[in-house]
């Protein structure tokens, strides 16, 4: 088992800056590839991104790419994602989740999830 605590959320104005923060326990957190997902009020899960176990590889989204960064630091069973030139269509509640295996956009592959935390950019 792994559970996994989203944080970092909150309200921000467009072009501004957030960074989350999801803190990991149970088995071994530096096997697993991680993923960041958000899903809007009305609108399907989406893949925001996610990175190897290793940190080596990164994947993101084509709307994100460019403004979001996802990193990892396995000794303290961290990941985080940092968001930049925020838009209003950001907006959302985002999780991290954990899979075995390699980083996949299918939301549905994913073995474990967070609670999320919700971000908020105003226009």
């Known amino acids: 088992q792994v559970q996994l605590v989203e944080s970092g959320g909150g309200l921000v104005q467009a072009g501004g800056s957030l960074r989350l923060s999801c803190a990991a326990s149970?088995?071994?957190?530096?096997?697993?590839?991680m993923g960041w997902f958000r899903q809007a009020p009305g609108k399907e899960r989406e893949f925001v991104g996610g990175i190897s176990w290793s940190g080596g590889s990164k994947f993101y989204a084509d709307n994100v790419k460019g403004r979001f960064t996802i990193s990892r630091d396995n000794a303290k069973s961290t990941v985080l994602l940092q968001m930049n030139s925020l838009k209003p269509e950001d907006t959302a509640v985002y999780y991290c989740a954990a899979r075995g295996g390699s980083v996949t956009a299918a939301s549905g592959l994913y073995e474990y999830w967070g609670q999320g935390t919700q971000v908020t950019v105003s226009s």
């Open positions: 149970g088995r071994t957190f530096s096997s697993y590839p």
